[in-house]
């Protein structure tokens, strides 16, 4: 770091050139995009920690299920008002509001004594993360220098939302076996207060965006969605023909309809309807849903066939997801450049055919499977991933005015987050459908086949975005 002494001025006082203040820059990004790993990986960290769960806090086996439900409804149903809170009062300000209170609901997480208190602090901390995550994206987008930087920062994101399921089950078995449960909540503390600390002097406030806040149009996306959500969650409890899963449905479907018809006559909409008519963005959301469904259904069953059949400790059931993390980031270095060469598009379809090669195996597991199958299914999807985030990312943010980032932003979130709800939703339903008691392969086949056609759906989004590639990429 280069820098000059102040003329006139005290020995040792020193003044931050630009290169100096560009690293300060780099440095702030970073820690966004650590705060950003962490909100990730909450999705995740406690799976493998749940049977310790229940056991310390005495949880019955249909409120276990809210330990991770909690966490997703709220994240995946707030997510579209944290991205519109950010374009209207800042988005620094709005990621530093979400990140405190993500860090306090993980404290009272961790130091939960009842079933009731633990459900609390997770739907809270989902709250929290659908502030903060929005305006990641958000600042990273509108924070770079030039296109090859905001690539780069795009590329080492989707490699952060797209490993970090992966990283969340290694980390929470890790800290299972080496300490306790409480601790896959503890380990946010330090890293909340260190982002809190020291982005407000890296990253510099975006502007915020006059106008007025849509109140109705808050309400109808948010209940929306959680309805929505919590229909999904409940149909694998309850069925899909369940008077209560249809309601969720009717209610959810009912506010999605007030909030398109209210988008379409307000000054200040939280949804844009422009952000809907670009036919690359909405084929790009479809494949992210299809994409991150696939994968957390793919993480749901896995670990339990390598729990209840391979009978593995929480431990190693992390770690045999290691080769996931790994290709990922090994993918995120050179995907910019293949972007570059080959469109957005091309490498997207490339990336989802992969991975549906990489699932087509797990449909036949039987108990004479090598081990090594499981390996190379979980390298290839991994590969495919880190192949696949970052330019359906680049399609779903391209032409985004930077007033609208935020909320373009939240609306691919939020994507993300109800493809993995619905995801785990149709798997766990299939699975439960041909489950026979004690074994897993019966229902665990029908379920990866599930997984294997959410990923034909993500390839299906984008197939026919071939024909136009001067428009997409």
Known sequence: MTSTIAAGGPAGTVRRSGNSRGRAGSIGLWLVMLAQLMLVLDATVVNVALPHIATDLDFTRAQLSWVLNGYAVSFGGLLLLGGRIGDVFGRRRTFLLGVAVFTVFSLLGGLATSPLLLVIARALQGLGAAFAAPSVLALITTSARDDGARNRAL?????????????????????????????????????????????????????????????????????????????????????????????GFVVGAALITVLAFTERRVAHPLLHPQLLRSPSRVAALAAMAATYGGMLAMFFLMVQYLENDLHLTPLLTGLAFLPMPLSIFA??????????????????????????????????????????????????????????????????LRNVEPGHAGSASGLFQTMQQLGGAVGLAIVASTYAAFATPGDFLTGGRAGFWSATILSALALAAVVGLVIRPRKVG
Not at 173 to 202: K, S
Not at 208 to 236: K, M, Y
């Open 155 to 247: 590329a080492l994101f989707s490699a952060v939302a797209s490993m970090g399921g992966a990283l969340g089950l290694i980390l929470g078995g890790l800290l299972t076996d080496m300490a306790n449960w409480r601790w896959t909540l503890f380990i946010n503390v330090p890293i909340g207060v260190a982002v809190l600390i020291a982005v407000p002097r890296l990253v510099a406030e975006t502007p915020r965006r006059p106008g007025r806040f849509d109140i109705l149009g808050a309400v109808s996306a948010t209940g929306g969605a959680v309805a929505i959500v919590w229909a999904l969650i409940q149909a694998g409890d309850d069925g899909w023909s369940s008077p209560r899963t249809i309601g």
């Open 331 to 396: 993918m995120s270095r050179i995907v910019p450049r293949l972007v570059e060469r080959f469109g957005a598009v091309r490498l997207v379809m490339l990336g989802a055919a992969l991975r549906v090669v990489a699932f087509l195996p797990l449909t036949q597991l039987s108990a004479n499977t090598p081990f090594a199958i499981v390996m190379v299914a979980l390298l290839l999807t991994g590969i495919s991933a880190g192949m696949t985030f970052m330019p359906l990312t680049t399609l779903a």
